[in-house]
């Protein structure tokens, strides 16, 4: 048994390597680590900013503490303090959501 170290998106990963191909979960906590829900790898979250405006977002699992979301690169805590920062609020999206998604990107597609 041993790790695998892996620089994905400027983080240095460090992965168990009996474990790299179980699914893997994604956590949401609140500045203060305490979890606030859980997304599957490859799942949605909807984020509603202050100024009204909601934005849905891929996110990918590097480790147990960094995700990408959208393009970016987050550390668990980092994200949960600039969603305060900002007055934002994050929620997973459902199944329905993502398919709804899924479906208007592919016609935005199509009508290129």
Request: aromatic share 12%; glycine share 6%; hydrophobic share 25%.
């Amino acid at each position: 048994m041993g790790y695998v170290f892996q620089n994905i998106h400027g983080v240095l990963t460090v992965r168990d390597e009996s474990t790299l191909n179980e699914p893997k979960q994604i956590r949401f906590i609140d500045p203060h680590y305490n979890e606030k829900f859980q997304i599957d790898d490859g799942g949605s979250v909807k984020v509603h900013y202050s100024d009204g405006v909601e934005k849905t977002y891929v996110c990918r699992y590097l480790d147990d503490y960094h995700f990408c979301l959208g393009y970016s690169t987050y550390h668990i805590c980092e994200f949960a303090e600039r969603m305060e920062k900002l007055g934002a609020h994050v929620e997973p999206c459902s199944s329905k959501e993502i398919h709804k998604q899924k479906k208007e990107r592919e016609s935005d597609r199509d009508s290129r």
